[in-house]
C-alpha cells in the first residue's frame, strides 16, 4: 500500500468509529428524517445527525408555569450526553400564547435565563392540523399528542418513539430517568444491511 491509498483508509476508519452506532449504517429513522432549522438559524439541517442517541423531544414555551423545567432539562443533558443521550427543544406558542418572541428573543432567553445548551430548533406548532410533520409523526406514534408545553418524547436509539411523558413530568422523574438508563444501557438493533 502507497501513502495515498492508506490515508483514505485510516480516515475513513476512525471516521466510522467516531459514528454512533445507528448512524455507522448510514440510514436514519422515518422519525428524524427530517429537516429543521436551528434557533435563530437561516439553514435547516437534518435530524438525522441525532440518528444514534437516545432522545428526548420537548415542546418549550417561554412564559409558562413550566418554564423552569429549562433547568432540569439542560442538567440531564449535560449530565448524560457523553454517553449517546440529547435533549432537543421545540418552542411552540400553541398554548395560550406562551411563546410569543421571535427566535432571537427565545435563543436569548433560553441562554441567560436557564444557561441552554442543548439544541433548540425553530419555532413550530405542535398540536392540531397545523402541526409541524415531526409532531404528527410523534402523535401517531404514541396515539398522544402535547396537551401542553414541555410535553416529552423519549426516542430510542434506532429513532422510534418509545414513550410519551406529560408535562406535568419533571426532567428528574424516577419512572422518566429510569427509561432513559435502560436506553442508554441497551445497543441498538443491528440495521436490516448488517444482518
Not at 448512524?23 to 427530517?34: F, H, W
Not at 443521550?85 to 406562551?98: I, K, M, R, T
Request: proline share 7%; glycine share 8%; hydrophobic share 35%.
Amino acid at each position: 500500500m502507497t501513502t495515498r491509498t492508506i490515508y483514505p483508509w485510516l480516515a475513513a476508519t476512525l471516521l466510522a468509529l467516531c459514528l454512533p452506532l445507528g448512524a455507522r449504517a448510514g440510514e436514519c429513522s422515518s422519525l428524524l428524517d427530517r429537516e429543521l432549522r436551528p434557533l435563530a438559524g437561516k439553514t435547516p439541517e437534518s435530524l438525522c445527525r441525532h440518528q444514534g442517541k437516545v432522545l428526548l423531544l420537548v415542546n418549550v414555551a417561554s412564559k409558562c408555569g413550566f418554564t423552569p423545567q429549562y433547568e432540569g432539562l439542560e442538567a440531564l443533558h449535560e449530565r448524560l450526553a457523553l454517553r449517546g443521550f440529547a435533549v432537543l427543544g421545540f418552542p411552540s406558542n400553541d398554548f395560550l400564547g406562551q411563546e410569543p418572541g421571535s427566535e432571537e428573543q427565545i435563543q436569548e432567553f433560553c441562554s441567560l435565563t436557564y444557561g441552554v445548551k442543548f439544541p433548540m430548533y425553530e419555532k413550530v406548532h405542535v398540536k392540531g392540523t397545523q402541526a409541524t410533520p415531526l409532531y404528527q409523526a410523534l402523535r401517531e406514534a404514541t396515539d398522544e399528542a402535547p396537551g401542553w408545553n414541555f410535553h416529552k418524547y423519549l426516542i430510542d436509539r434506532d429513532g422510534k418513539v418509545v414513550a410519551s411523558f406529560g408535562s406535568r413530568t419533571k426532567p428528574d422523574d424516577p419512572a422518566l430517568l429510569e427509561r432513559i438508563e435502560a436506553l442508554l444501557a441497551a445497543e441498538p438493533e443491528p440495521s436490516a444491511t448488517t444482518q
